[in-house]
């Protein structure tokens, strides 16, 4: 464990003269990435969802954007506690990208079908929960760059409204370097998709992954184990992009987390 950290919120309950504790640090704010540490054996559940507590008693989950509130519910083998927070909202930017190919705006007929065969390699990224620990230590930023883009901002390309942008923007010239924020292991390498062209995704234990797109170069392969700070890739601008630049993005499973909020904790 990282000795720099602060946990933000340290509970200590009393059951049956037994002091329980569990530690909690992160800021409980829409896109946010919480990291906990509870006794070994006890059972956590965030909105009745049951989460994976190490063996070690570490443990993480994501504030999804939108959320109002979350009930955090502890369990040991003596009794239960019930922490209950609101969810801090936040204001979200509008982009506007002009001059992107129509076609990468509206794909067409082969395109939808080319962009359904590879949204499962995603879906699999996605699903992957191992059981190692590596969420558990600071990430980094993973190349030198300036901020062109924030997640949750409206995105309004050539004039159509679209999904919210999903990551963090890193613009730098076409074969800066890229590395991994994190330890973990590489569950998605591809060097040409539609929308996210090089693309490299990093399993880091108990679901939470870190994903980098528009790589103009991909130096690992699937399966392989990374260590944090080892170069992946280039930038560049392949996929759907306007110009040389690095999208990183974090998820715990389906859901997609603000990668500054991460790196500052």
Same mark, same amino acid.
Not at 92 to 119: A, C, N, W, Y
């Given at each position: 464990?990282?000795?720099?950290?602060?946990?933000?919120?340290?509970?200590?309950?009393?059951?049956?003269?037994?002091?329980?504790?569990?530690?909690?640090?992160?800021?409980?704010?829409?896109?946010?990435?919480?990291?906990?540490?509870?006794?070994?054996?006890?059972?956590?559940?965030?909105?009745?969802?049951?989460?994976?507590?190490?063996?070690?008693?570490?443990?993480?989950?994501?504030?999804?954007?939108?959320?109002?509130?979350?009930?955090?519910?502890?369990?040991?083998?003596?009794?239960?506690? &019930?922490? +209950? *927070? !609101?969810?801090?909202?936040?204001?979200?930017?509008?982009?506007?990208?002009?001059? %992107?190919?129509? =076609?990468?705006?509206?794909?067409?007929?082969?395109?939808?079908?080319?962009?359904?065969?590879?949204?499962?390699?995603?879906?699999?990224?996605?699903?992957?929960?191992?059981?190692?620990?590596?969420?558990?230590?600071?990430?980094?930023?993973?190349?030198?760059?300036?901020?062109?883009?924030?997640?949750?901002?409206?995105?309004?390309?050539?004039?159509?409204?679209?999904?919210?942008?999903?990551?963090?923007? &890193?613009? +730098? *010239? !076409?074969?800066?370097?890229?590395?991994?924020?994190?330890?973990?292991?590489?569950? %998605?390498?591809? =060097?040409?998709?539609?929308?996210?062209?090089?693309?490299?995704?990093?399993?880091?234990?108990?679901?939470?992954?870190?994903?980098?797109?528009?790589?103009?170069?991909?130096?690992?392969?699937?399966?392989?184990?990374?260590?944090?700070?080892?170069?992946?890739?280039?930038?560049?601008?392949?996929?759907?992009?306007?110009?040389?630049?690095?999208?990183?993005?974090?998820?715990?499973?389906?859901?997609?987390?603000?990668?500054?909020?991460?790196?500052?904790?």
């Amino acid at each position: 464990m990282n000795k720099k950290f602060f946990f933000s919120l340290f509970f200590l309950f009393s059951f049956n003269n037994l002091l329980f504790a569990i530690e909690l640090q992160g800021e409980f704010t829409e896109g946010s990435l919480i990291r906990g540490k509870a006794n070994v054996g006890t059972k956590i559940f965030v909105d009745e969802k049951l989460i994976k507590v190490s063996k070690n008693g570490f443990f993480v989950f994501g504030v999804e954007k939108g959320k109002k509130n979350i009930v955090i519910e502890v369990q040991d083998k003596h009794e239960k506690k &019930i922490i +209950n *927070k !609101k969810i801090k909202k936040r204001k979200f930017l509008v982009q506007k990208i002009d001059g %992107l190919p129509s =076609k990468m705006v509206t794909p067409g007929k082969e395109e939808i079908e080319r962009i359904k065969k590879e949204q499962i390699f995603f879906d699999k990224m996605r699903s992957v929960n191992s059981d190692n620990e590596f969420f558990y230590s600071k990430f980094i930023k993973p190349a030198e760059g300036i901020v062109s883009g924030s997640f949750g901002s409206q995105r309004i390309l050539n004039g159509k409204p679209k999904n919210p942008h999903l990551g963090m923007d &890193i613009a +730098n *010239k !076409k074969g800066t370097t890229v590395r991994a924020a994190a330890s973990g292991v590489v569950t %998605l390498s591809h =060097k040409d998709l539609y929308y996210t062209g090089g693309t490299v995704a990093i399993e880091h234990g108990h679901g939470i992954t870190s994903v980098y797109y528009h790589l103009n170069s991909v130096g690992v392969l699937h399966g392989q184990k990374i260590s944090q700070g080892e170069i992946i890739g280039t930038i560049g601008s392949t996929g759907r992009a306007t110009g040389d630049h690095l999208h990183f993005g974090i998820y715990w499973s389906q859901i997609a987390l603000d990668p500054e909020l991460v790196l500052k904790n």
